[in-house]
């Protein structure tokens, strides 16, 4: 039978483990599965505890008979000191981030010394039982070093707190998120959905580069991005560029400070070597992040005339010459074709239209890039070729934001008012997708307009017309008021732009 006192110790430690487990519960919620479980373990070993002081099922001459009994104290033994540890390491010490190896070391010597304690008190030679397993654990040890080896590695891991979980890890190539530290391996999880293990041992081999962490304080990880240009573009050129298009652009997920850069990174035998370094600000969109990196900067080199060289083979069936003038007189058709579409150019006879399409710059726009900024100067007009920007109109202080005043498809114009008068933007516009434009700057357009000044009259009726349209203040105004503000205006236009082309 179990003694009275046995059963009293046993029933004053579980209930302060089942109050310390209530508590944790409590302050914890994702260990109150964890705890109630135990605690219920807890209650059935008590139960049979309980059971065994009142009836004897095994004679007490059999030395079988301690058997039940010392199986269900370890059982009562096991669930107080998982309480009783699970209570010090995640509440009493929860703010010092205690390894969780740390706290299951505690709960397997915790064991070792409660069974030593209870072999000692049925009577057994402890002298023996400690010299017979010192050789049979140093006959253990010797054949399970790898495994050891991975437990001692992942015991210093968590005691030195290298990583923790959650943390960004590069190991032999590898990236991925740590999910798991546990005693024989690390788990990590890459961004294609697969976990890789990885033993402790190999771990405290290698090196490990720990990214988005300094000390405890979460940081950024800097990415690159490599292109190169050709020579026939002076590296103070590209970086011009580059730059100017990351300190404009709004990137998802880019670190706002520091800054993206570019830097000249070196020399090939056909192109000059940059890079593109940026900031991320959530590690799990790395790729996705370069991506749009790359699709910017791409972008940009596009609208300033550079090309990416790459070495190809190319086999044609007609001669070099021939293919470059086809392509052209495509081009030329398209751009025609886009200039009669728009009501602004439609004052202009065929030879102007054809004239004016070959002065059009192809100015490519990535989904985020600004292709004009509230306050800006400007001499140029964009022609939306392809896709689809959003005006915004910049609060008057820098909390107020932006706010979206309209958005135009292709095809379209917007900043018509510095091609005709040189007036700085009044709006910011933002590619909402890939978009094509066609720059007309204030050169290409000069000698039009100086050959036929009656232009200035006809496109400021358009203008104006337009800006009328887009005007709140005149929806209240009767057709006749609206009519004479707008003739109005065309006429404060056509001196303005006899006066930026010099016609007067």
Same mark, same amino acid.
């Given at each position: 039978?179990?003694e009275?006192?046995?059963?009293?110790?046993?029933?004053?430690?579980?209930?302060?483990?089942?109050?310390?487990?209530?508590? /944790?519960?409590?302050?914890?919620?994702?260990?109150?599965?964890?705890?109630?479980? /135990?605690?219920?373990?807890?209650?059935l070993?008590?139960g049979?505890?309980?059971l065994?002081?009142?009836?004897?099922?095994?004679? /007490?001459?059999?030395?079988?008979?301690?058997?039940p009994?010392?199986?269900?104290?370890?059982i009562?033994?096991?669930?107080?000191?998982r309480?009783?540890?699970?209570?010090l390491?995640n509440?009493?010490?929860?703010?010092?981030?205690?390894?969780?190896?740390? *706290?299951?070391?505690?709960?397997?010597?915790?064991l070792?010394?409660?069974?030593?304690?209870?072999?000692d008190a049925?009577?057994?030679?402890?002298t023996?039982?400690?010299?017979?397993?010192?050789v049979?654990g140093?006959?253990?040890?010797?054949a399970?070093?790898?495994?050891?080896?991975?437990?001692? *590695?992942?015991?210093?891991l968590?005691?030195?707190?290298?990583?923790r979980?959650?943390?960004?890890?590069e190991?032999?190539?590898?990236?991925?998120e740590?999910?798991?530290?546990?005693?024989?391996?690390?788990a990590?999880?890459?961004?294609?959905?697969?976990?890789?293990?990885?033993?402790?041992?190999?771990?405290?081999?290698?090196?490990?580069?720990?990214?988005?962490?300094?000390?405890?304080?979460?940081?950024?990880?800097r990415?690159?991005?490599?292109?190169?240009i050709?020579?026939?573009?002076?590296?103070?050129?590209?970086?011009?560029?580059?730059?100017?298009?990351?300190?404009?652009?709004?990137?998802?997920?880019?670190?706002?400070?520091?800054?993206?850069?570019?830097?000249?990174?070196?020399?090939?035998?056909?192109?000059?070597?940059?890079?593109?370094?940026?900031?991320?600000?959530?590690?799990?969109?790395?790729?996705?992040?370069?991506?749009?990196?790359?699709?910017?900067?791409?972008?940009?080199l596009?609208?300033?005339?550079?090309?990416?060289?790459?070495?190809?083979?190319d086999?044609?069936?007609?001669?070099?010459?021939?293919?470059?003038?086809?392509?052209?007189?495509?081009?030329q058709?398209s751009?025609?074709?886009?200039?009669?579409?728009?009501?602004?150019?439609?004052?202009?006879?065929?030879?102007?239209?054809?004239?004016?399409?070959?002065?059009l710059?192809?100015?490519?726009?990535?989904?985020?890039?600004?292709a004009?900024?509230?306050?800006?100067?400007s001499?140029?007009?964009?022609?939306?070729?392809?896709?689809?920007?959003?005006?915004?109109?910049d *609060?008057?202080?820098p909390?107020?934001?932006?706010k979206l005043?309209a958005?135009?498809?292709?095809?379209?114009f917007f900043g018509?008012?510095?091609?005709?008068?040189?007036?700085?933007?009044?709006?910011?516009?933002?590619a909402?997708?890939?978009?094509?434009?066609?720059?007309?700057?204030?050169?290409?357009?000069?000698?039009?307009?100086?050959?036929r000044?009656?232009?200035?009259?006809?496109?400021?009726?358009?203008?104006?017309?337009?800006q009328?349209?887009?005007?709140?203040?005149l929806?209240?105004?009767?057709?006749?008021?609206r009519?004479?503000?707008? *003739?109005?205006?065309?006429?404060?236009l056509?001196?303005?732009?006899r006066?930026?082309?010099?016609?007067?």
């Amino acid at each position: 039978m179990v003694e009275t006192i046995t059963l009293q110790e046993a029933l004053g430690f579980s209930a302060v483990a089942l109050l310390l487990g209530l508590i /944790t519960a409590r302050f914890r919620p994702e260990l109150r599965r964890a705890q109630l479980v /135990t605690m219920f373990i807890i209650v059935l070993g008590l139960g049979a505890l309980a059971l065994l002081s009142r009836f004897q099922f095994i004679p /007490t001459h059999l030395a079988i008979a301690v058997i039940p009994r010392e199986i269900c104290l370890l059982i009562v033994a096991l669930g107080n000191f998982r309480i009783y540890i699970t209570f010090l390491v995640n509440v009493l010490l929860a703010r010092r981030a205690v390894p969780r190896i740390l *706290g299951e070391v505690a709960i397997a010597v915790s064991l070792a010394v409660f069974a030593l304690v209870r072999l000692d008190a049925v009577g057994v030679n402890l002298t023996s039982i400690i010299a017979t397993t010192t050789v049979a654990g140093a006959a253990i040890a010797f054949a399970m070093q790898s495994t050891l080896g991975n437990l001692m *590695g992942g015991i210093s891991l968590q005691l030195d707190n290298t990583y923790r979980i959650g943390d960004w890890v590069e190991v032999d190539g590898l990236t991925g998120e740590v999910v798991s530290i546990r005693w024989r391996y690390t788990a990590v999880a890459t961004v294609t959905s697969v976990t890789i293990v990885i033993p402790n041992a190999e771990l405290m081999k290698s090196k490990v580069t720990l990214l988005g962490r300094r000390g405890d304080e979460r940081v950024p990880w800097r990415r690159r991005i490599e292109f190169g240009i050709g020579y026939e573009w002076t590296p103070g050129q590209v970086l011009a560029v580059a730059s100017a298009a990351l300190e404009r652009v709004e990137i998802p997920l880019v670190a706002a400070k520091p800054m993206a850069h570019c830097v000249c990174a070196g020399f090939d035998s056909s192109a000059i070597k940059y890079v593109v370094y940026y900031w991320l600000t959530d590690l799990k969109a790395y790729l996705e992040t370069d991506s749009r990196v790359r699709v910017h900067v791409y972008a940009a080199l596009g609208r300033a005339g550079m090309e990416i060289p790459i070495s190809r083979s190319d086999l044609y069936l007609h001669s070099a010459r021939t293919m470059a003038a086809t392509m052209g007189v495509s081009e030329q058709r398209s751009r025609v074709a886009l200039l009669r579409s728009l009501e602004l150019f439609a004052p202009l006879t065929d030879d102007e239209t054809h004239a004016l399409a070959t002065q059009l710059t192809p100015t490519p726009f990535a989904p985020s890039d600004i292709a004009t900024k509230q306050g800006e100067p400007s001499d140029s007009l964009y022609i939306l070729a392809r896709g689809e920007v959003a005006i915004f109109r910049d *609060g008057e202080h820098p909390k107020q934001g932006r706010k979206l005043l309209a958005k135009l498809a292709a095809p379209a114009f917007f900043g018509e008012m510095g091609l005709l008068t040189g007036q700085a933007r009044t709006a910011t516009i933002i590619a909402e997708s890939e978009a094509l434009c066609y720059r007309l700057d204030k050169r290409g357009f000069e000698a039009i307009i100086q050959a036929r000044p009656e232009l200035a009259e006809a496109m400021s009726r358009t203008v104006a017309a337009r800006q009328a349209a887009n005007d709140a203040t005149l929806a209240s105004l009767s057709a006749e008021a609206r009519a004479q503000a707008t *003739g109005t205006r065309a006429g404060e236009l056509v001196r303005k732009i006899r006066q930026f082309f010099g016609l007067d």
